[in-house]
């Protein structure tokens, strides 16, 4: 029987991306820990349980837009502000583009 040899890939294989709720969750423990409020604080003032709160921090949770809000209102911050820093949390991750992929040029 004839020996099998794998084929070289030239692709470099690539990292997985972290998951959104992952991010999530770090970055609203980051907020929280800024703010220096305390698990229970910041639970009671978004109307959720600390427990939940504790579970969305650690990243086991897919919370709801309107529970993202609730927790961003808590701290005091916007639905957009949290987004967006989420967001930066992933673009490192993002594979980057040569110069002339994907551009569009625009005329005058």
Known sequence: MAEIVPFPSTRTPRQPEPLWRELLGAELRRRRHERGDTL???????????????EMERGLKEPSSEMIAAVAG????????????VADGLRPAAPQRSAGQGSVALAA
């Open 40 to 54: 229970t604080e910041t639970a009671d003032a978004a109307g959720v349980s600390p427990q939940y709160l504790s």
């Open 74 to 85: 808590a701290l005091e911050s916007s639905l957009l502000e949290l987004a967006g820093a």
